[in-house]
């Protein structure tokens, strides 16, 4: 715990005084601390008191704890290979986000030319969105049908009966959003 806290203050006083652009010998004068004390802070050896992360913390105009938490990151790479991935009925379904959001699923459906996969209806008042990128997909939801090529999107609900088929003859990419209805409570 004690060398992650140490990696994150020497990353975040670096990440901050760089985007402020200071040198450390400015950052020093301006927290009123030694150069050096600087120097080992952002180099992750130091331990220093709280006296020393207040003067830090307003130099810097930001709360101790930002300091001393994970650094933010400004992005995160995920491979395709990270994500999610199931079968059902010859289709694969792959996760589109690596963290899941409260009330909302998006998935992607790659289905071979003549696989069908039949939905599971989800919660009473849940709303799903279909798309198709490439091939030609046949939707089949509350006994109505509808066929879709590249670019087209259906909205139906998700709480009905409902079943995904490639009728073409390549490979369908889709695409599926669901909005899951708040429950109870």
Not at 43 to 56: E, Q, Y
Not at 83 to 93: A, K, N, Q, Y
Request: proline letters at 8%; a positive charge.
């Amino acid at each position: 715990m004690m060398d992650h806290a140490a990696s994150n203050l020497a990353s975040n006083i670096k990440d901050l005084r760089n985007s402020r652009r200071l040198s450390q010998a400015q950052l020093s004068k301006i927290a009123g601390i030694p150069r050096p004390t600087l120097a080992n802070l952002e180099s992750g050896s130091a331990n220093p008191t709280l006296s020393v992360l207040i003067r830090l913390a307003s130099a810097l105009q930001v709360l101790i704890e930002e300091l001393i938490a994970p650094p933010r990151a400004s992005g995160r790479h995920y491979s395709a290979a990270e994500l999610p991935t199931r079968s059902r009925d010859r289709v694969e379904l792959r996760k589109l986000l690596p963290n899941p959001i409260p009330g909302l699923d998006i998935e992607r459906l790659f289905i071979p030319p003549g696989a069908t996969m039949v939905g599971v209806p989800h919660t009473r008042g849940t709303r799903e969105y279909l798309t198709c990128e490439s091939g030609t997909v046949h939707l089949t939801a509350s006994g109505e049908q509808w066929t879709l090529e590249a670019g087209d999107v259906v909205i139906f609900r998700g709480d009905q009966r409902h079943a995904y088929r490639n009728i073409g003859q390549m490979p369908a990419v889709a695409y599926s959003v669901v909005m899951l209805a708040p429950g109870p409570g």
